[in-house]
């Protein structure tokens, strides 16, 4: 019999997308590596620096991006109460990240939780659930449609350089005009402002997997003034890139 709470500690190679359900409530974290999710029309990445928060039953899609070391936590229905929201993406607090850390310990495999155990379980279901309640802004809406995805595929590969709207629609195969149309009522934004946040996403990424400097994270996402780059970072997550790195590596 499986115990009330436990840590899945285990490894991955890059995969492609995957659908995923379980009957547990599940806190999806990388201790190394990005996950990417697909859920409810909208879609996440997950580098050490992020958590995903999911209800038991809930379906998901996830992708690994790149070579995963995964440290997350399942805990049963009758053991921690329901998320608010059947799937929350959100920033792991240096809290949050050692007590996942003492979970390990506690596998699939143990056959009961001491009394220890069982605290430290409930500690971190509780500071999860409290995380939870200020979602993470790096999301973009999934598209509906191929032309779309199509698109927003090529934006993602060019967006380190100087892509063009024009040049990305007729690679597309649309016109401009139809293309402006499916970014605003697919993903309720302009094509400038998902190039936007595709960017700044990535800028997440390194700042919590590399030692970079935010200089050279800003040139490498495709920003040329770093004034700019902190201007857009802010506000999209509140906190400058040094600000952001700083409140996961306290």
């Known amino acids: 019999m499986e115990p009330d709470a436990y840590c899945f500690h285990r490894s991955f190679e890059p995969a492609g997308p995957t659908e995923f359900r ?20 909208r879609r ?10 999911i209800a038991a039953g809930e379906p998901i899609t996830i992708s690994i991006l790149s070579k995963l070391v995964s440290a997350s936590v399942l805990f049963s229905p009758s053991f921690m109460p329901a998320p608010a929201r059947a799937l929350t993406v959100f920033d792991v607090s240096p809290l949050a990240r050692e007590l996942i850390a003492e979970c390990r ?3 699939q495999e143990t056959s009961s939780l001491t009394s220890y155990a069982r605290q430290i379980f409930k500690t971190l279901s509780t500071v999860a659930l409290r995380l939870a ?9 999934a598209p509906a ?14 967006a380190r350089g100087e892509p063009d709207f024009d040049t990305i629609a007729r690679d597309s195969g649309q016109s401009p005009r139809t293309l402006a149309r499916r970014f605003s009522e697919e993903m309720g934004m302009t094509w400038r402002e998902a190039l936007r946040r595709i960017r700044i996403i990535r800028a997440v990424e390194a700042l919590a997997m590399t030692d ?5 994270i800003c040139l490498s996402v495709g920003y040329t003034s770093l004034s700019a780059f902190n201007a857009a970072f802010r506000d999209l997550t509140g906190k400058t890139p040094t600000e952001y790195r700083a409140s996961f590596r306290a």
């Open 22 to 41: 379980t009957d547990r409530h599940y806190l999806l974290y990388a201790l190394e590596g990005t996950i990417r999710l697909e859920a409810g029309g």
């Open 44 to 53: 996440w990445t997950l580098p050490p620096a992020r958590a995903a928060l």
């Open 105 to 107: 310990q506690w596998g």
């Open 133 to 141: 309640e200020t979602p993470s802004p790096c999301v973009l809406p």
């Open 145 to 158: 449609s191929e032309g779309l995805a199509r698109a927003l595929a090529l934006t993602e590969e060019r």
């Open 212 to 216: 970079a400097s935010v200089t050279d």
